[in-house]
């Protein structure tokens, strides 16, 4: 059975989480209910063990089974971590990391996206830090249920009741199946820039900070894949449950990704390869003589296009083609000289997005020469997107 930890924080609203977690059950799930300080002003834990049959968390330290931490059990073995109602107290812990409770530390130990409903006096939700707060929330890919019109506790009109128990297990539930979508399937995703040495101390390389190949990484795993990264030396961290195999050059990440394919149903380029190597490697370090040099670069292998070469029919290889302008021609020629299924291209001359920014916008082109465009989004909202189209596309082309 599907587990659901059911954060609870100090809104009035905090007694209609009790027919959440009734109704959560009659869907199937295994409740697990953790209230704020705040929130035991409203509603009780004794009230949420008798309906869930469940131990009830409030205080960081509590163990319900000793000697265990509950809240990275909790946070390991839920399938979907909600908070309904999420103050705006709450939202703004979220958004920074902070800790300080049981409820914030289980949030903040779960790896799987987060189901946040909002409900607050319309003044509040309509704050900059509020707004602020979902903002960086949705950039991390958290699900926002937007509290409904109306009459709110206080007596005022505006935006900020919770929204409705049905609206909130649907999003739970959307949450929990597109944990599945790829669930059984592996992804092969190259990441970061290479490094071409030219001496012992000096390399050639380019600006990729690996952030575009890092949420691919984290997305497909969210989709419940198993992922696989072969990476150059990124200043991004790479999500702990990829496999992470490290490279340099090239052709160290071309050898790599070549005895890693098989087994691999989805491939993606997202490298930013040195198209060209030194041809000779001085051993040692180069002495300045103050004298014009001459080095001669020899081009490297195209990584993606010799993988698509090698793959097994069926195997979905999509590429990126970062590219100074809107236009897409040049991205259709590399998905046909390449031999991709797909190509996802963006516009580095935008300011703001693509290179080691945190944002991007995406114009997914297929092989068929439909297009699908991301609009500008955080580069973990893009992945999803490229994510979320491809398989679209995969399942209507099997059906
Ligand atoms: N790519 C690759 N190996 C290379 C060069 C590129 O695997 N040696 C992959 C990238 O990971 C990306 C796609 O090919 O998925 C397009 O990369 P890009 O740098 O945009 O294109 P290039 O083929 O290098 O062409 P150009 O540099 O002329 O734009």
């Not at 063990?49 to 946070?75: K, N, S, V």
């Amino acid at each position: 059975m599907p587990t659901v930890v059911l954060g609870i924080s100090g809104s009035v609203a905090a007694y209609r989480a009790a027919d959440l977690a009734r109704e959560l059950m009659r869907h199937g799930f295994t409740v697990r209910a953790c209230l704020t300080d705040a929130a035991a002003k409203f509603v009780t834990p004794a009230l949420f063990e008798a309906l869930t049959g469940q131990p009830c968390l409030q205080d960081t330290f509590e163990e319900p089974d000793r000697g265990r931490m509950a809240h990275i059990d909790w946070a390991r073995q839920a399938d979907a971590v909600v908070v309904a109602p999420a103050t705006a107290n709450v939202l703004a812990k979220l958004a920074h990391g902070i800790a300080d409770d049981m409820l914030t530390t289980i949030a903040l130990a779960h790896t799987g996206r987060l189901i946040l409903a909002p409900a607050m006096n319309p003044a509040m939700f309509a704050s900059d830090p509020v707004r602020s707060a979902l903002d960086v929330l949705r950039s991390r890919a958290a699900v926002i249920v937007e509290p409904d019109e109306g009459e709110v506790a206080c007596g005022e009109q505006g935006q900020g009741k919770l929204a409705s128990i049905p609206q909130i297990v649907r999003a739970i539930e959307g949450v929990a199946r597109a944990g599945r979508l790829l669930e059984g399937q592996r992804v092969l995703i190259t990441s970061g820039p290479t490094q071409e040495p030219f001496d012992q101390v000096r390399f050639l390389t380019n600006r990729s900070s690996g952030k575009m190949g890092s949420a691919l990484a984290r997305a497909a795993l969210l989709l419940g894949a198993e992922v696989t990264v072969i990476h150059g030396p990124q200043r991004e961290p790479l999500p702990m449950e990829a496999h992470r195999i490290p490279v340099q050059t090239a052709r160290e990440m071309e050898e790599a990704a070549f005895a890693a394919l098989p087994g691999h149903q989805w491939v993606v380029g997202a490298a930013a390869v040195a198209d060209y190597r030194f041809a000779q490697v001085e051993s040692g370090k180069h002495r300045r003589t103050g004298e014009p040099i001459s080095v001669t670069l020899v081009p490297n292998p195209d990584v993606v296009a010799g993988l698509a070469h090698a793959a097994e029919p069926g195997v979905r290889l999509i590429g990126f083609a970062a590219e100074p302008s809107s236009e897409l021609d040049v991205a259709r020629r590399k998905l046909a000289a390449k031999g991709l299924w797909a190509i996802a291209a963006n516009d580095v001359s935008v300011p703001g997005i693509g290179f080691d920014a945190d944002a991007n916008a995406l114009t997914l082109v297929f092989a068929d020469g439909t297009v699908a465009e991301s609009g500008r989004r955080s580069k973990l909202e893009c992945a999803l997107f490229l994510w979320e189209t491809c398989i679209a596309r995969q399942l209507n082309s099997q059906s």
